[in-house]
Structure formats: structure tokens, C-alpha cells
């Protein structure tokens, strides 16, 4: 009687560690999207907690297009911290990737130095995010301008994520990701012989 009632709690806990075990391995990591209706992706509150990957000046999509006077603005990108962790091993973004690409005004003109440029103001926020949910395995996303900025985000569609996917297809050096742009992980790649051809 001893015996079995021995081995009935040795089966019960091999089960429960084999159930909790299954439950861990399809829960997201705890710092990726989260959406609402299925496919809006929830603005992170704390990505600037997150790592910071670089910041450019002038790097923005309607740079050619924009009127010789109007100064550069700045980009700044942030990622997840667990994807961060997973690229620094393997050279790859992993599922459930979120990337946040935040765009702030460039001023001039204060002392000391009136001629260097620093960041002012955010004027837009965007994300990317690798999920196997969307065609491709990607999405896009547009949280809007302060004042209009959007809690959950529906992934960009139509002609306006044809031109997302092309740029960022083409003109990327490992995924759909600007790593050229981003020292420390291109870098990785190298070592990981993640990065395209050309770069």
C-alpha cells in the first residue's frame, strides 16, 4: 500500500513538472508584444528601459524628400530585453523580437556649443516586431505623435507595408533589421555569420 501510494505521487509530480513545463515553453518571454483584437500591438510604457541599440541623425525615410531646410531629425532604437540577450548569442532575432523607433526633433544653437546638434522633443513612435502570426514573420507598426499617440497599434497594411517590407528586405544587413546601423551588434553577426552579403 506504501509502494503505490509512493508511486502515485511520483506519477503526479512527473506530470505536473511535464504540464508546467509545456505551459513555460508557448508563453511568450515576459518583456515581448502584446496585443489586443489579435494583432494591435500594446505600447510599451518602459521601452527606454530597454537596450538601447544606437541613434541616428538624418536616418529617417523621407530624408531625400524633405525640404532642404528642415533640419535632420534624430532616430533612436530600442529592443526587448530578452531578444537583445538572444542575438547576442546567436546573431538572430528570435520570435516575439519588439523593436521601438522613436523619432525626436534635432535643435542647434545652445551653450556651450551653438553649432552641435542634440535631441529635443519626440515627434513619432514606430515599432517593428518578429512574430510568426504575420505573413513574412514581421510587422509594422505606428503609435503616432505625442498628443495622438495610440495605447495599441494596428500593424500597418496595404502599399504603405509593401514599401516597409521592400526597404526592409533589401536594404538590411542581417533579417529585416538595420544591424549596419547598430556597431556593437553588427559586430555579433559577424561573428555569428549572420550579416547579408554586402555588408
Not at 508557448?26 to 483584437?37: E, F, K, L, S, T
Not at 510568426?132 to 505606428?142: D, I, K, L, S, V
Not at 556597431?183 to 559577424?190: G, Y
Request: charged share 20%; aromatic share 12%; hydrophobic share 40%.
Amino acid at each position: 500500500m506504501r509502494r503505490s501510494g509512493l508511486l502515485c505521487l511520483l506519477v503526479a509530480l512527473v506530470w505536473a513538472g511535464a504540464v508546467s513545463h509545456a505551459v513555460l515553453a508557448q508563453a511568450p518571454a515576459g518583456d515581448g508584444p502584446r496585443y489586443v483584437n489579435g494583432t494591435s500591438l500594446v505600447r510599451p510604457e518602459d521601452y527606454r528601459a530597454w537596450p538601447f541599440l544606437g541613434s541616428g541623425l538624418g536616418l529617417t525615410y523621407d530624408a531625400e524628400t524633405a525640404a532642404p531646410s528642415t533640419p535632420p531629425a534624430f532616430s533612436n532604437v530600442f529592443v526587448n530585453p530578452s531578444a537583445y540577450r538572444a542575438f547576442l548569442q546567436t546573431g538572430t532575432w528570435p520570435d516575439g523580437t519588439v523593436l521601438l523607433l522613436e523619432f525626436r526633433r534635432s535643435l542647434t544653437g545652445t551653450r556651450p556649443n551653438t553649432t552641435g546638434r542634440f535631441q529635443g522633443e519626440l515627434t513619432l513612435l514606430e515599432a517593428e516586431v518578429k512574430d510568426a502570426r504575420f505573413p513574412g514573420g514581421w510587422a509594422y507598426f505606428t503609435f503616432g505623435r505625442p498628443g495622438a499617440m495610440l495605447d495599441a497599434a494596428p500593424p500597418i497594411g496595404g502599399e504603405e507595408v509593401e514599401r516597409c517590407i521592400e526597404c526592409h528586405t533589401e536594404h538590411t544587413a542581417v533579417e529585416r533589421t538595420f544591424v549596419q546601423f547598430y556597431p556593437t551588434l553588427l559586430e555579433v553577426a559577424r561573428a555569428r555569420g549572420t550579416v547579408k552579403p554586402g555588408f
